[in-house]
């Protein structure tokens, strides 16, 4: 295959997962495995994938600027906390000896896609919570401590585990709770891109064309996902992701 092919299936895969995060996430289920495919490192390509997708989720952030006000009182703790564990989870990725990680990655990716199908039932679940029995803010703080610990070594799944974690602060509405999920998303994976660069565990070659690909997938992807449906749209992450899982799986055993 020549080199550029190699980088137009990587801004391909990119192009997508910007769309597919910006109406179904999961977006990383796409572009992780397929710079693994194209021979990346594993933790180069999940440090490429962090870094070029990032990006594409601050369209996300502007969507939902009328949601902050509302959980301002929230807002700087929960930040801190989140781009703290973000930090921690990129240091640890990059203190993972790499065949380590290889043999991690399945189960990640297999991790990650459980909680993707488990989105629809977490939702419902938390659309039936009042807000009245939240954990308090030091334990809320506690747990989006981990969560972002592992949004910072892996991402994938992360928003889900976010989403599920704001309802144990007592948060009601399910708008304000996607608001502050896109923010802390932006935050860990923010702060995990500046360490990966600073590592230099990015492979600039993919990066850029991915970077564009991305933001513009989040902006035109979009749309036709919206048309096909996001139910189709979240079908398709599950099937690549359960997919990808079983091939991993087998190549390890």
């Known amino acids: 295959m020549t080199e550029f092919y ?3 299936i990587a801004a391909t895969a990119a192009f997508f ?11 990383t289920l796409i572009s992780f495995p397929a710079l693994v495919w194209l021979g990346l490192p594993a933790i180069t390509a999940n440090a490429t994938s962090t870094v070029a997708i990032w990006p594409g989720s ?15 009182p929230k807002l700087k703790w929960l930040s801190i906390s989140s781009v703290i564990g973000g930090g921690i989870g990129a240091i640890l990725l990059r203190s993972t000896p790499a065949m380590l990680f290889e043999r991690l990655v399945p189960f990640l990716i297999l991790f990650a896609t459980i909680l993707f199908i488990a989105e629809g039932p977490i939702r419902k679940k938390l659309r039936g919570r009042n807000g009245t029995n939240g954990i308090g803010m030091a334990s809320a703080l506690i747990l989006t401590l981990f969560v972002a610990i592992y949004g910072g070594y892996f991402g994938a799944g992360m928003s889900i585990m976010m989403l599920s974690s704001l309802s144990f602060l007592g948060m009601i509405d399910i708008l304000q709770r996607n608001a502050l999920t896109s923010l802390f998303s932006l935050c860990v994976n923010g702060v995990a891109a500046i360490l990966f660069i600073s590592l230099g565990m990015v492979d600039w070659h993919y990066f850029l064309p991915m970077a564009m690909a991305a933001a513009i997938g989040g902006y035109g992807a979009a749309g036709l996902a919206r048309r096909v449906g996001r139910v189709v749209v979240r079908r398709f992450v599950i099937v690549v992701g359960l997919a990808v899982s079983l091939v991993l799986l087998v190549r390890l055993f």
């Open 6 to 8: 190699r980088v137009l």
């Open 58 to 72: 601050l369209g996300s952030i502007w969507g939902f600027r009328s949601e902050f006000g509302q959980v301002a």
């Open 17 to 27: 997962a910007g769309g597919i995060n910006s109406v179904a996430g999961g977006g």
